[in-house]
């Protein structure tokens, strides 16, 4: 065990872990933020997916020794500015406006995609979209709606 200091949502952390351990489990387990989901465990179906220095990463393997030193963002971190929440994200407003959840346990995964696909590509395509959500699995199927989604925070994100 070793102490780690996490920049967590904009603010200073410090939990006692393993540094193998999974930023999942200590985000979810030690901090408490379980908005993040545990999907499979591998990587593959994106529900775990988080921002570590802006980049999208399955929070299930990357370990806490890895983001030390970096800002991690979660989904309860996206519409937060200086520690306070203050508004939702573009892309949480554009998945309410296009009813894009079903049941709902992909969408912190989804949206965290999408949110650092929209950072670095505020105009993608159709196929730029299905190339940057293809590691996000949905099982209700809701992919139309996503991609609707995405276009329509893209546009907001713009004006």
């Not at 952390?13 to 993040?36: S, Y």
């Not at 912190?108 to 979209?129: C, F, R, V, Y």
Request: aromatic share 4%; hydrophobic share 40%; with cysteine.
């Amino acid at each position: 065990m070793a102490q780690f200091p996490l920049n967590v949502n904009g603010q200073s952390r410090t939990i006692e872990a393993d540094g193998e351990m999974p930023l999942l489990w200590a985000l979810r387990d030690l901090l408490r933020l379980t908005g993040t989901k545990y999907g499979c465990g591998i990587g593959m179906c994106g529900a775990c997916t988080v921002h570590l220095d802006g980049t999208a990463v399955r929070s299930c393997q990357t370990t806490v020794a890895d983001a030390r030193g970096k800002k991690v963002v979660t989904i309860e971190g996206l519409g937060l500015e200086r520690g306070k929440q203050v508004a939702l994200h573009a892309v949480q407003r554009a998945w309410i406006a296009e009813q894009v959840p079903q049941c709902g346990y992909c969408q912190s995964g989804q949206i965290m995609s999408a949110a650092a696909l929209l950072a670095n590509k505020p105009h993608p395509t159709d196929s730029e979209i299905d190339d940057a959500m293809t590691g996000n699995i949905c099982r209700c199927a809701t992919y139309f709606r996503i991609r609707k989604a995405i276009h329509t925070a893209a546009q907001e994100m713009r004006a």
